[in-house]
């Protein structure tokens, strides 16, 4: 890809490492950013790299954010004593554009997958372990309908069981290997509201 020139070529292969973009679209974002206005580019430039250096995970939830506790887990508008439990910030944003549910969240990062070599130390399961130790009433299980997101379900599901605390887990209307947070509000609400005790 000499013919690029090295600047060139170097921006055609960063984009090319982003997830979704192939070698086509890289060299179309490339030629599309070159032809803005340096202003522009920069702008988009600072907003990757502060969001990269400015956001963490919340100490409460681990879901992603710029503080060090969330907004969700500091209002006292919520229900503290509900936390439903999701695979990503990305499901965590789609139960929120509902907005129906009051309880807060804790986000795994991930799904137990032994194909993929995942195992339970490899997501936030400790951290929702902890926050158990704390007056909670149910754990909802909002992990997706696939084989990672059952196997998960299940085996968090084991380790509360013994504590006492309610758990349940989202109903099976949402289509099996679905993300989340491409579902309709409407379905999610339903998945919600017709979850049933594990
Ligand atoms: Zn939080």
Redesign the pocket.
Known sequence: MDYYGRQLTRLIEALGLLPGVGQKSAQRIAFHLINQPEEQVKELADAIVDARKNVRY?K????L?DEE??P??KSPARDHRTIMVVESTRDLAAYEKTGKYEG??HVLHGAISPMLGIGPNDIRLKELIKRLEGDVQEVIIATNNSLEGETTAMYISKLIKPTGIKVSRIASGVPVGGDLEYIDEVTLLRALNGRTEL
């Open positions: 919340c409460e939830c681990c879901t954010t506790i969330c969700i887990c807060v969240y």
